[in-house]
C-alpha cells in the first residue's frame, strides 16, 4: 500500500464513474472501448466486428442533458454577495483566467454527472485561488484530517524543448501530528517519494484545518453517491447496442448477395448491365440472397421506445417531436418535471462554493458576510407580445391587480434583474408626477 493506493468506496464505485464520463465523452471514447459497451455477435471476426461498431450509432444524450441542464441554471447570473477582495479574485477566481461564473458553471456540470468532486483553496505569494478536483482525482481519504489527490504535472525535457510529456503526481493534504495542515507532492522516480512538504498560512498563521470543500450528493462529504445521470447513462448505452443491431440489420437488408449454382466457381462474373452470363446447364440458377427484415421493425420500435424513456429521465433535447402543437403551458410542465434533478445539484454547488470563497475570504485576510444564489427558476418564462398585451387588458379590466400585473413582468423578465417590484412602483409615481406637474405648467 502506498500514495496510490485508492479508498474502498473509491474502488466500489468507480466503475459507475467509468460508464459516465466514457457517456459523456461520447461517441469516440464509447466505440474505442469495443467490447465494453458492444459485445460482439456470435462468430465475429475482426473485420466483421469492426465493421459492426462503425455502423453502431451513439447518440450523446449525457452530454447534451448535462450541457441543457447547465444551461437552464446559468441563464442567469448568481447572485454574489462578499468583500469587495473576493470580488476582485472573482473575476479570475483560479489565477489561470476562469471567471467565478465559470468556475460555477463548471462545477454545476461536474456534479450533475457524477455528484462528487472537490475545491481546494490555495495561494500564492499574490493571492488566494481555487482549483476544482473531480471524483475521480479523489483518490482516498481519512475522515477529514488526510486527502490524496492525483494531479498531472508537465514534465519538461531540457535538451530538447519541444519535447513536454504530462506524468502524474499525488497532492497529500493532511493534519500532522501537531494539528498543523501539511502539503506533501509525491512523485514516482523508481518508487514514489515525497519531493516537497508545505505548511500552507492564513495571514501569516498556519492552519489547523483541510482548506479543501468536498461535494457528494448533497452533502459536504467524500464518500460516492449515486450519480444522478446514472439511469440515464445506463439507458443511452442500452439503445447503443440496439442501434447497432439495427445497423447491422439494416445493413444485409439493404444489400443482398448474389449467388449462382452450376458453374465452375473459378469463372469470374460481373454484375451490371454490360455483362451476360453463360449458365452452362438448364439446372443452374442465379438469384440474391436476401433478407426479409421482419426483426428490424422490433429493433426500431425499441429504439424509440428507448429514445422516450431517455426523455423522461431528462434527455428533453433528443425528445421525438409530437404530432400537433405542444402548448407552452405543456411544455413548461414537462420541462418543470426535469428540472427537479437539478435542484439537488444546485443546492450543493451553492453550499460548496459559499464555503470555498469563506475560506478564500480568510486567506487574503478580510471579513463580510459571504451569500450564493444560484438561480432557480429553470424554466425560460419569457413573455411574448401576446402574453404582453393580455396581462396590459386584464389589468386594465380590473380582472387583476397592478401588482399582479408587475409580478409577472417581473417573472416574465420584462423588467430588468436589478429591479424590484417596489422599485418598479415608486418610478411609475414619479413618472406621474413630473407628467401631471408638466401638464399644469401647460396651462
Partial sequence: MGIESTHPLYDE????????????????????????????????????????????????AIKNTVQGLVGAVMRIDPVIEAPDRVMELA??????????????????????????QGVLVDR?????????????????????????????????????????????????????????????????????????????TKVGQELNELPFVA?????????????PLMSLVD?????YRTSADLEHGRHFTALPTPYVTGIDDTNELKIGSGSAWILPDASSKAGYLEFTGQGL????????????????LGASLLQTQKSGVESAESIRLRQNSEASVLVGAVLSVQEGIAKALSILAEWEGVSGDIKVALNTD??????????????????????????????????????????????????????????????????
Wanted: proline fraction near 3%; hydrophobic fraction near 35%.
Fill in 124 to 200: 500564492t505569494e499574490e493571492r488566494a485561488y481555487l482549483s476544482g478536483y473531480t471524483t475521480e482525482q479523489i483518490t482516498n481519504w481519512i475522515g477529514d484530517e488526510v486527502i490524496v489527490l492525483k494531479e498531472s504535472f508537465l514534465q519538461e525535457d531540457y535538451s530538447d524543448p519541444y519535447l513536454m510529456e504530462y506524468e502524474v503526481q499525488y497532492r497529500e493534504l493532511l493534519i500532522d501530528e501537531d494539528k498543523k495542515f501539511l502539503v506533501r507532492i509525491w512523485r514516482d522516480d523508481n518508487g514514489w517519494s515525497v519531493v516537497d512538504e508545505i505548511y500552507p
Fill in 297 to 312: 421493425q422490433a429493433l426500431e420500435k425499441a429504439v424509440e421506445e428507448k429514445r422516450g424513456i431517455m426523455a423522461s
Fill in 13 to 60: 464505485t468507480k466503475p459507475k464513474w467509468t460508464r459516465v464520463r466514457d457517456s459523456f465523452l461520447g461517441s469516440d471514447e464509447i466505440k474505442t472501448k469495443g467490447e465494453v459497451y458492444l459485445p460482439k455477435l456470435g462468430s465475429q471476426d475482426k473485420d466483421q466486428y469492426e465493421a459492426y461498431v462503425l455502423r453502431a450509432m451513439y447518440v450523446n
Fill in 215 to 227: 461535494l457528494s450528493g448533497n452533502e459536504l462529504n467524500l464518500n460516492p453517491s449515486q450519480p
Fill in 235 to 239: 439507458t443511452n448505452l442500452s439503445m
Fill in 378 to 443: 429553470f424554466v425560460d418564462t419569457k413573455i411574448d407580445a401576446g402574453d404582453l398585451a393580455a396581462l396590459r387588458e386584464a389589468w386594465q379590466s380590473g380582472a387583476i391587480s397592478h401588482d399582479t400585473f408587475l409580478y409577472n413582468m417581473k417573472k416574465g423578465e420584462i423588467l430588468p434583474d436589478d429591479t424590484t417590484i417596489e422599485d418598479e412602483k415608486d418610478l411609475i409615481d414619479l413618472q406621474n408626477g413630473m407628467a401631471l406637474e408638466n401638464g399644469l405648467n401647460l396651462d
Fill in 91 to 116: 473575476e479570475d477566481i483560479t489565477g489561470t483566467g476562469v471567471s467565478l461564473n465559470d468556475f460555477i458553471s463548471n462545477m454545476l456540470s461536474e456534479q450533475l454527472l457524477m455528484g462528487r
